[in-house]
């Protein structure tokens, strides 16, 4: 009977912490305020990463692995948060300003371009990576060649993303198909269905290296944007920026960087291109 009691009373009392704790995360996403969890603190962040980009961010069970995710953990941790404090949270290329605007993420570490339109809802730390756009193919097609012979072929990308809106601007002649993720494009490139996938060379080359698919896709090899990997924060949170800079310098100047660039692109075969590392821009 005792026992029982004690039971009742136990329970009570995780669920008054478990309100508690929904509370304070209420409080926390509800905007307003330091949406970083205060400056110094160990306090968790909510961290917007990609689930489907092999080498870059990718959810395997309840692993996360790639280059984003290791940048995203080196400047969390000197912002003063430990790894087992990160909440992961999928940010699909059309998604990220608005995760960042409604406080659901604190950062993005997603392949995030840094781009003036972009800039109009949320600013940006870094750049931390300089990747750029390119096409992946069937091994056996030789009629792809770049951009230019995209003519009449169709094409995949994902909406949001800078990859598609070039295609939009530049090469108004090719059939594009919008998917959400870039993964998605896979089995329909292999089935014919579509002629190519473009998007940054990084995550094309994670893409092309999966075993599942080994040896039939090849990544063109002339890229045709600069793509600059920023890390989306709050719109005018420049001492959030700062510190994330000062970060990202300090992931470079230690090796961390070059070791996290090895060991999640490496494999795929990918080598980093003329730009890299790059020096963070002055916040604003
Ligand atoms: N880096 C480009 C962008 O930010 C393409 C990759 C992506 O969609 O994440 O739009």
Known sequence: MTTRRLG??????VLA???????SDAGNTG????????????????????????????KKGTEYSGFDVDV????????????????????????RETLIETGQVNMVFATYSITDARKEKVSFAGPYFIAGQDLLIRSDDSSITGPD???GKKLCSVTGSTSAQKVKDKYPGVQLQELSGYSECLPALANKTLDALTTDDTILAGLAAQPEYAGKFKVVGSTFSEERYG????????????????ALK?????????KALDANLGPAGYKAGAGNPPTPDTCS
């Open 17 to 23: 912490l478990g309100l508690a704790a929904c509370g």
């Open 231 to 246: 890390v989306g924060i709050k719109k005018g949170d420049t001492a959030l920026c700062e510190k994330i800079n000062a």
């Open 149 to 151: 012979a995209l003519e």
């Open 250 to 258: 300090k992931m470079v100047e230690d090796g961390s960087w070059q």
């Open 72 to 95: 995203a953990k080196y400047v969390a941790k000197e912002l003063g948060t430990e790894e087992a404090d990160i909440t992961w949270v999928q940010a699909p290329s059309a998604q």
């Open 8 to 13: 009742a009373v136990t329970a009570a009392a």
């Open 31 to 58: 905007g307003g305020g330091d949406a970083t969890g205060g400056s110094g603190g160990g306090a968790g962040l909510k961290i917007g990463i990609k689930f489907d980009q092999p080498g870059l961010g990718l």
